[in-house]
Each structure stands twice: as structure tokens, then as C-alpha cells.
């Protein structure tokens, strides 16, 4: 779990407790872990697909009537049934809702519920109606299901696999440095034999500084020069690697991730194979990707140094 928070940056953030034998057990351990705030949201974790407008609208709800839960209004016909599956009646499903989480509520006032309610309940709105306060729906989102059975997983990869078709960008980076006497060449973080590198204020790694600048650039957080200025001391001679952990850190506290990266150089001459296939690994220290691929190609008729295009 620790690793997981400090994965995606919510190391300083966010305090883990252990849950209770109950679900309500669990709620009232965080509320007691919790610190002094107007606010408490209470969400299932088996809810993936939370989204921030609709946790903006419970918030907005629950702060003019101090509680409010999600919901969508229910879509299949409703039958209550005896013991033995028998119909007793068609509820009119006009005024029904299917509850979710988030549930918002005036930190004081579900703790005080917690505190008086001792019956088994399936949510934290039912503790606040059982004391007497009025609970507000507002308008949840049927992509934002809970995660039960085998069959909502199937259903769960549909959401996903529709939230990554619009939510995917990609980005462009291209850098130029010429080759120079008295440099290591340095591409994708592997010192590579040569008998010129490529000139820079940093390690000169244009491989490197292209991937950041197309990282940066598809997630609209600016560019290379913003981030880490050729005139600014900090950076000189510093090791490329370096500056793409830092551009990572920045785009996962973002709520991005790199799913991909093609990278093409293109040289004075051929690159040398590095030892052991060293080239195969570029920048894989730094950067980890759903699918990698890597081009080498020369041309020995210009003379133009090293290009490097994302």
C-alpha cells in the first residue's frame, strides 16, 4: 500500500488505518484517525470510477445541507416479493434511486452518528437518517459502479477501455546537438564509445531531453527549457536521467502516465553497438512503458551532428 501511495505521489497526503469488522467499523476508524475539517467524503473502494466533477457536486450539496450521497435514479422495474418469490406488489419506481458513494457529510455530524448508532447498516447515510437528519441525493453517474461480482468486472474493462480511448494524448520532442571534442556520448543514459559527444549545458543526452520534451508537451505541463533552463547552474553537466525523474514526479502528480514511446535518432554516422545490448535499454531506467521501440538510422553524407525526434 505504502508503495502504491508513493507510486502516485500521495505519500505526505494520505494516512493508511486497518478497517473494522464492519464497514461502519472501518468508516469510524478513519474518522477517528481524521483531523479537524468541515467535510468528510466517505467512498467505497470497490468504486474505481469516481470522478472529480462528481465529487464536486456532492460537495457542493453537502455543504448546504450537511449530507448528501450519490445517486442515479433506478432504471429496471422494481417488485417486492414473500418469502417464497411470490410478488406482493410493483413499486412505483418513479421516486426510487440507486444509492452510491461518494457520501458527504459535516465531520460532526457523522461523528456523532457513528457514536449512536450500533445497528448494522450498509451505509453511513442510513446512520444520519437514524438520527434524525435529512440526507440529499445529487446526481451520481452509472459509470460509477461497484465492483462486486465477476460480472461487473467485464463491465469495469469497458469503462476503462473507453476512458483511455479519450483520454490518451500524445506529444512531440525534437532536439539538436552537435558533436564536439571532449564529450561523452551519451544516449538514453548509456555512455557509448565514441570519440566525440554531444555538446549541452547538461550531459547532452538529446535522446533523453526529446522523450521529456514530448512527455511534457502531451500533457500540456510546458517544455524542457521551462523546466530545467540551460542558464540556470543546478543543471550543468547534470546527468538527462536525472531531469526525466524529476518531468515523471510532475506528470504523476498530474494523474498521467507514459503508455508509449517511439524513438527515432538520426546520426553523422552509425551508432556503435553498445556492450552487451546496452542500446536495447535506453532510457528503460528511467522510463517504464506499456511497449517500447528503439530506430538507429545514419547517413554518412551530411554532416550534421546527432538530431533526435519524438
Same mark, same amino acid.
Request: glycine share 8%.
Given at each position: 500500500?505504502?508503495?502504491?501511495?508513493?507510486?502516485?505521489?500521495? $505519500?505526505?497526503? /494520505?494516512?493508511?488505518?486497518?478497517?473494522? *469488522?464492519?464497514?461502519? &467499523?472501518?468508516?469510524?476508524?478513519?474518522?477517528?484517525?481524521l483531523g479537524d475539517?468541515?467535510?468528510?467524503?466517505?467512498? &467505497?473502494?470497490?468504486?474505481?470510477?469516481?470522478?472529480?466533477?462528481?465529487? &464536486?457536486?456532492?460537495?457542493?450539496?453537502?455543504?448546504?445541507?450537511?449530507?448528501?450521497?450519490?445517486?442515479?435514479?433506478?432504471?429496471?422495474?422494481?417488485?417486492?416479493?414473500?418469502?417464497?418469490?411470490?410478488? /406482493?406488489?410493483? =413499486?412505483?419506481?418513479?421516486?426510487?434511486?440507486?444509492?452510491?458513494?461518494?457520501?458527504?457529510?459535516?465531520?460532526?455530524? +457523522?461523528?456523532?452518528?457513528?457514536?449512536?448508532?450500533?445497528d448494522i447498516v450498509?451505509?453511513?447515510?442510513?446512520?444520519?437518517?437514524?438520527?434524525?437528519?435529512?440526507?440529499?441525493?445529487f446526481f451520481g453517474?452509472?459509470?460509477?459502479?461497484?465492483?462486486?461480482?465477476?460480472?461487473?468486472?467485464?463491465?469495469?474493462?469497458?469503462?476503462?477501455?473507453?476512458?483511455?480511448? $479519450?483520454?490518451?494524448?500524445?506529444? =512531440?520532442?525534437?532536439?539538436?546537438?552537435?558533436?564536439?571534442?571532449?564529450?561523452? +556520448?551519451?544516449?538514453?543514459?548509456?555512455? =557509448?564509445?565514441?570519440?566525440?559527444?554531444?555538446?549541452?549545458?547538461?550531459?547532452?543526452?538529446?535522446?533523453?531531453?526529446?522523450?521529456?520534451?514530448?512527455?511534457?508537451?502531451?500533457?500540456?505541463?510546458?517544455?524542457?527549457? $521551462?523546466?530545467?533552463?540551460?542558464?540556470?547552474?543546478?543543471?550543468?553537466?547534470?546527468?538527462?536521467?536525472?531531469?526525466?525523474?524529476?518531468? +515523471? *514526479?510532475?506528470?504523476?502528480?498530474?494523474?498521467?502516465? /507514459?503508455?508509449? /514511446? &517511439?524513438?527515432?535518432?538520426?546520426?553523422?554516422?552509425?551508432?556503435?553497438?553498445?556492450?552487451?545490448?546496452?542500446?536495447?535499454?535506453?532510457?528503460?531506467?528511467? =522510463?517504464?512503458?506499456?511497449?517500447?521501440?528503439?530506430?538507429?538510422?545514419?547517413?554518412?553524407?551530411?554532416?550534421?551532428?546527432?538530431?533526435?525526434?519524438?
Open positions: 500500500m505504502n508503495t502504491l501511495l508513493s507510486d502516485n505521489g500521495f $505519500t505526505n497526503s /494520505v494516512i493508511v488505518c486497518e478497517g473494522g *469488522e464492519r464497514r461502519q &467499523d472501518s468508516v469510524r476508524q478513519g474518522l477517528e484517525r475539517c468541515d467535510l468528510v467524503v466517505v467512498h &467505497d473502494g470497490a468504486r474505481p470510477f469516481i470522478t472529480s466533477e462528481l465529487l &464536486d457536486r456532492g460537495i457542493s450539496m453537502a455543504s448546504l445541507t450537511g449530507a448528501a450521497t450519490a445517486a442515479v435514479p433506478v432504471k429496471d422495474t422494481i417488485k417486492e416479493s414473500d418469502e417464497e418469490g411470490v410478488v /406482493v406488489r410493483t =413499486i412505483p419506481r418513479d421516486r426510487l434511486w440507486s444509492v452510491q458513494t461518494p457520501q458527504i457529510f459535516r465531520t460532526s455530524l +457523522l461523528r456523532k452518528a457513528h457514536s449512536l448508532v450500533q450498509t451505509d453511513d447515510a442510513s446512520m444520519v437518517e437514524a438520527i434524525g437528519h435529512p440526507v440529499k441525493l453517474s452509472y459509470s460509477n459502479i461497484k465492483i462486486t461480482t465477476p460480472e461487473d468486472l467485464a463491465i469495469a474493462d469497458a469503462i476503462m477501455n473507453r476512458r483511455a480511448n $479519450t483520454s490518451l494524448r500524445s506529444g =512531440i520532442g525534437f532536439d539538436v546537438h552537435p558533436l564536439v571534442q571532449g564529450r561523452a +556520448l551519451v544516449l538514453g543514459g548509456i555512455t =557509448i564509445p565514441f570519440e566525440k559527444g554531444l555538446a549541452g549545458h547538461s550531459d547532452g543526452d538529446g535522446l533523453i531531453h526529446a522523450v521529456i520534451d514530448a512527455i511534457l508537451g502531451a500533457a500540456a505541463l510546458g517544455d524542457i527549457g $521551462t523546466h530545467f533552463p540551460p542558464g540556470d547552474d543546478r543543471y550543468k553537466g547534470v546527468a538527462s536521467g536525472k531531469l526525466l525523474h524529476i518531468t +515523471l *514526479e510532475l506528470l504523476r502528480s498530474n494523474r498521467w502516465r /507514459v503508455t508509449f /514511446v &517511439d524513438a527515432t535518432i538520426l546520426a553523422e554516422r552509425p551508432i556503435p553497438e553498445a556492450p552487451h545490448g546496452q542500446h536495447t535499454r535506453v532510457a528503460r531506467r528511467h =522510463i517504464t512503458t506499456d511497449r517500447r521501440l528503439r530506430k538507429r538510422q545514419g547517413d554518412n553524407n551530411r554532416r550534421f551532428g546527432i538530431y533526435r525526434a519524438r
